[in-house]
């Protein structure tokens, strides 16, 4: 059995929500996961594992928009506690653990370390469908794309593996990209879909903007989470976040509106729930989600929130709903049996991989 350092981002909940059954999938084969984290993912895992909290980057948005003086500030004012955090990453697992390998969900700190001491490193994530696989892009986004396939070269060293989660398949660009479908959880798994008489709404932080246009759909009744309040006002009930109660409304709501995270829409789309995604801008991952989106007709995408596109699509949900009898519905097996073929036979294959990597010229991506 293997040591393994599971190193996760911390930004949002999606991270941690498919580390998660990653984690559990691998304890239950007997390996041993040490988990490095920080903010809700340190939050979300550590009464269930061994978790380290480190430092990590955070994005601060404002309605809906990347502050970048505001997302400067907070991390630089964190540099200093970033270094210690590396230091006794450093010492506590890779020193003293001696791992067999690194598993990263977009957390760079593990991700170089790995590079650095010359440990078998594999991700697991949506975001290197950006590096690896191509995609339909309209001219207007070509530069933000190049930009965000180079920052995330910059985020995560050159991997031996990479798992990538998908909604939409493109082309892969190398031999060592295998594409999945999304990590599920085991609740959403098991929900039971129902179409009930409400839209739900979830805005990561306050969006006062979509909240003013919401009040004018009198007929229309709307749960909102994201707020951290209950009450109820107008045609707007707000709810405080639980995991049990938010993924309840999910599965039994008419349809969704939400910033354009990935983790979501994919579990929007499982249970057949249509989606309104309003890209925070500023995160093209959000912006190609919502491409996606437009692509595979499961809902509309607002790159510019405007009354009159969600207008249009409250019109459009009976369509997007019948789209969505066509989405394949799996599990999280293919994903599972890949992971568990790298690291069998004292990870044999895994080590070819990493074998490969380093015969192969280091600026050499494909």
């Known amino acids: 059995m293997a040591k393994i350092i599971y190193s996760l981002s911390g930004e949002g909940s999606g991270h941690s929500s498919r580390s998660r059954e990653m984690i559990t999938h691998l304890e239950a084969k007997g390996h041993t996961v040490k988990v490095a984290s920080y903010d809700r993912g340190y939050q979300n ?28 500030v907070q991390n630089f004012t964190s540099i200093f506690d970033r270094y210690e955090s590396i230091n006794e990453l450093k010492k506590k697992y890779f020193k003293e653990f001696k791992p067999d390998c690194v598993i990263t969900d977009f957390e760079p700190m593990a991700a170089y370390l790995a590079n650095e001491l010359d440990v078998p490193l594999i991700t697991i994530d949506n975001q290197h469908r950006m590096r690896y696989m191509e995609f339909p892009c309209p001219f207007e986004w070509k530069a933000e794309a190049i930009f965000i396939e180079n920052l995330i070269r910059v985020m995560i060293p050159r991997p031996c593996i990479s798992l990538v989660t998908t909604f939409y398949f493109g082309k892969k660009k190398n031999d060592r990209t295998f594409m999945f479908p999304p990590i599920l959880r085991q609740s959403v798994l098991e929900a039971k879909p129902f179409l009930g008489d409400y839209i739900l709404v979830y805005a990561t932080q306050e969006y006062n903007t979509l909240i003013e246009y919401l009040k004018t759909y009198k007929r229309e009744k709307f749960i909102v989470y994201g707020f951290n309040v209950e009450k109820v006002e107008e045609n707007l009930t707000y709810k405080t976040f639980s995991r049990e109660g938010f993924l309840q409304d999910l599965a039994e709501c008419r349809a969704v509106i939400s910033t354009a995270g990935f983790t979501l829409m994919t ?15 500023g995160q093209f991952e959000q912006v190609l989600n919502g491409l996606m989106l437009d692509e595979l007709k499961y809902g509309r995408s607002s790159h510019e929130l405007k009354k009159e596109n969600i207008s249009a699509f409250l019109y459009d949900i009976p369509e997007y709903t019948e789209n969505l009898k066509n ?4 599990d999280n097996s293919a994903i599972t049996e890949r992971l568990d073929m790298l690291l069998e036979n004292d990870l044999k294959l895994l080590l070819e991989f990493h074998d490969k990597r380093r015969t192969i010229f280091h600026f050499d991506e494909k």
Not at 45 to 72: A, M, P, Q, R, Y
Not at 327 to 330: N, V
């Open 267 to 281: 579990e929007s789309f499982y249970l057949g729930k249509p989606f309104l995604a309003l890209p925070m801008k």
């Open 45 to 72: 895992l550590k009464d269930d594992f061994d978790v380290l909290e480190i430092e990590g980057f955070s994005i601060v948005s404002e309605d809906n928009k990347v502050s970048i003086g505001k997302t400067f």
């Open 327 to 330: 989405y394949e519905h799996k």
